[in-house]
Antibody, heavy 122, light 110 residues
Framework: QLQLEESGPGLVKSSETLSLTCAVSGDSIRNNYFWVWIRRPPGKGLEWIGSFYFIGSTNYSPSLKSRVTISGDTSKNQIFLTLRSVTAADTAVYYC???????????????WGRGTLVTVSS | QSALTQPASVSGSPGQSITISCTGTISDVGAHNLVSWYQQHPDKAPKLLIYEGNKRPSGVSARFFGSKSGFTASLTISGLQAEDEADYFCYSRAGGNTYVFGSGTTVTVV
């Protein structure tokens, strides 16, 4: 059973960089998975941030594309999220999730981590 | 891309049926029949209820039903139960291998 666990600093200062790690267990990130980051700000809805495939292929939300990078380390079986120049609007619970894709169609993420709260302070 | 439009809240009595709408554009909901729906309880990760418009993952109750007409997808919950109180989100491919969620609907069982 695939398990995902997010970790990182719970507090980041405004204008700095947010860095999160998703530790994957139960299978290799090299296998046929796409890895997705999603967030939910307090009192707001879910927001799709972007996706990563282990060969280095990425897709990002147009609204975050200029500030976000998603990457992975196959030796550590981990996925990473980096978000630069954060503001209070980036305060959210951040989730790592997995999905599989076939012929250009990706199934909706079904395996999720429990999420980690990141607060951006001024 | 903008979030898909959902009503902020929907309420119903136990045993009733309710429907949550999710309105998009020709670039997302209107482009295919691949809308999904998630349920999220407080402090929990979202749970997939419906995918590819009207398919349910193993273990999801048949009380949840998905449909679509034009640019609007819908989730119907029949036989409403107290445990259905949660936030619900639609999810759709938005083009260019990006995806978008709906704005979210809080369901209250009164």
């Amino acid at each position: 059973q695939l398990q995902l666990e997010e970790s990182g600093p719970g507090l980041v200062k405004s204008s700095e960089t947010l860095s999160l790690t998703c530790a994957v267990s139960g299978d290799s990130i090299r296998n046929n998975y796409f890895w997705v980051w999603i967030r939910r700000p307090p009192g707001k809805g879910l927001e799709w941030i972007g996706s990563f495939y282990f060969i280095g292929s990425t897709n990002y939300s147009p609204s975050l594309k200029s500030r976000v990078t998603i990457s992975g380390d196959t030796s550590k079986n981990q996925i990473f999220l980096t978000l630069r120049s954060v503001t209070a609007a980036d305060t959210a619970v951040y989730y790592c999730a997995s999905t599989t894709c076939n012929g250009g169609y990706c199934f909706p993420p079904q395996q999720w981590g429990r999420g980690t709260l990141v607060t951006v302070s001024s | 891309q903008s979030a898909l439009t959902q009503p902020a809240s929907v309420s119903g009595s136990p045993g009733q049926s309710i429907t949550i709408s999710c309105t998009g554009t020709i670039s997302d909901v209107g482009a295919h029949n691949l809308v999904s729906w998630y349920q999220q309880h407080p402090d929990k990760a979202p749970k997939l209820l419906i995918y590819e418009g009207n398919k349910r993952p193993s273990g999801v109750s048949a009380r949840f039903f998905g449909s679509k007409s034009g640019f609007t997808a819908s989730l119907t919950i029949s036989g409403l139960q107290a445990e259905d109180e949660a936030d619900y989100f639609c999810y759709s491919r938005a083009g260019g291998n990006t995806y978008v969620f709906g704005s979210g609907t809080t369901v209250t069982v009164v």
